[in-house]
């Protein structure tokens, strides 16, 4: 096994290139299977395990995969002649339920096994449930397996989410772009990855509008056909390293970037006395002092997003004065907390809330990534943390990072991978 060893103290500098977004990319992938012609092209992805995992449950399908240049692969999906989703790998990440709307939308029915991700609390899909019922399937729930199916194919329909939910509007998405008339989705997600994905359907020719406010509408088209297509930047990736920066008082420009995207994130640093200077794709952030505490809400898009709140809270365990965290979104979004304590971090969690008093110094011991941002929150801490950091249950972070140990190396980092003995 593995375990990232960082010896903390070093300031970051220099320029960092952010890879394409995972979210959005783990659904790109699957709603390329709906091509009835044609080969999709799609660029800038992440070299991520989450991403290797989909590309080998979509060719267990029976598409055509050639990655032959890094981070691009193209997809054949004429040889897909099944609807069951039914490998372990499936169960390995959470995007997979975009399956169900991708393989509902190609041949009217889908079985795909319950969907795995991080365990940040309950992770429902009762909304995408909802959602293909009112099209007129019938969903049920065997042995672990979702199964959805219709008799004459989906119907367009309204639909109201109850909650804002990413995964139900995307999947909405991909089960109506081939549905018979129009859908629309209410109290629809606003997240960048949910227009990424209508612009990717809207390239194959699909025909969704809205997508990036509250109502996304969807009119069914017969034909969708393959297209060239790249993901967009990862907000997500991009926030970790403007938090690991002003954390280490450094001065790093990241490129590859949407600043738009990142827009409540860097409100909420400058608020903290970090200094932004945004370009057309790229932002500099830099900070000479240590950072000032404030209080978070995590909230939909245009919020401030739960991705980030764990490795925020690592920065926010080390400024000045009291913050106060409120994570709005999972119930069980704290468990890094646990593992910042270890360090030295004095933060108490009472339900949705903690309440930080920041301390001058993390000091760095053996830590877990209890999950993918866990993950990230620890590399943060380990990188200002007095000594060496030791982090294990890497393989969170490898699901939606890439090569971070080397990202971070290139701006003055020192994160080895060290293998040692599982002792269970
Ligand atoms: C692969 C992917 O894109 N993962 C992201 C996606 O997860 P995911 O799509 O699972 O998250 P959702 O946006 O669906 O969940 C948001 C909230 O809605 C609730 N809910 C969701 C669906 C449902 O059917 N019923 C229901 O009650 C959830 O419990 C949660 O409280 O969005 C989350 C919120 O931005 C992010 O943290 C995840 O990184
Ligand atoms: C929670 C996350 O991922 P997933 O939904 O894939 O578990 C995340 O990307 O922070």
């Not at 509007?169 to 109506?176: D, F, H, S, V, W």
Request: glycine share 10%; charged share 25%; proline share 3%.
């Amino acid at each position: 096994m593995e375990k990232l060893l960082i010896e903390g103290g070093r300031r970051l500098s220099g320029k960092v290139v952010i890879s394409g977004a995972k979210n959005a990319a783990v659904a790109i992938l699957p709603a390329a299977i709906l091509a009835d012609e044609g080969i999709c092209k799609i660029d800038n992805l992440p070299e991520i395990d989450d991403i290797k995992c989909l590309k080998k449950i979509i060719g267990d399908l029976g598409a055509e995969l050639l990655s032959e240049e890094k981070g691009s692969v193209t997809i054949n999906p004429s040889g897909i002649k099944t609807h069951l989703a039914h490998r372990d790998e499936v169960k390995r990440m959470r995007a997979s339920y975009y399956l169900l709307g991708a393989l509902l939308a190609k041949f009217g029915r889908a079985e795909v096994v319950f969907p795995g991700g991080c365990s940040i609390g309950v992770r429902p899909i009762d909304q995408h449930i909802k959602g293909f019922e009112a099209m007129g399937a019938k969903v049920t729930i065997e042995h672990g397996i979702i199964k959805a199916y219709t008799e004459n194919g989906l119907k367009g329909a309204n639909i109201y989410l109850d909650v804002v939910s990413v995964g139900a509007t995307i999947n909405i998405m991909l089960a109506a772009c081939k549905a018979d008339g129009v859908t629309i989705i209410e109290n629809a997600a606003k997240e960048p990855h949910v227009v990424d994905v209508a612009n990717f359907l809207n390239t194959m020719g699909a025909n969704i509008k809205g997508a990036g406010t509250d109502v996304i509408k969807i009119t069914g088209v017969k034909h969708l056909k393959g297209c060239d297509y790249s993901v967009i930047p990862d907000q997500i990736e991009a926030g970790t390293f403007m938090i690991a920066a002003a954390a280490t008082q450094g001065d790093v420009t990241l490129l590859n970037v949407i600043p738009k995207h990142l827009e409540s994130i860097s409100a909420k640093l400058i608020e903290m006395g970090v200094d932004i200077e945004e370009g057309e794709d790229n932002i500099r952030v830099y900070c000479n002092r240590r950072t000032k505490g404030v209080n978070i809400k995590t909230l939909p898009y245009p919020g401030f997003p739960t991705d980030i709140q764990q490795p925020m809270t690592t920065l926010l365990s080390i400024s000045e004065g009291r913050s106060i965290v409120n994570e709005s979104i999972w119930e069980g979004r704290f468990k890094h907390v646990d593992e910042l304590k270890r360090m030295g971090a004095n933060i108490k969690v009472e339900g949705k809330i903690a309440v930080i008093e920041g301390i001058e110094k993390l000091s760095g011991t053996e830590v877990m990534a209890t999950d993918l941002r866990a993950g990230a929150a620890m590399i943060v801490a380990g990188l200002v943390a007095d000594g060496n950091t030791y982090i294990t249950n890497i393989k969170h972070i490898d699901r939606g990072y890439e090569n971070i140990e080397d990202k971070f190396n290139k701006l003055g980092a020192s994160i080895k991978r060290v293998k040692f003995e599982d002792e269970n």
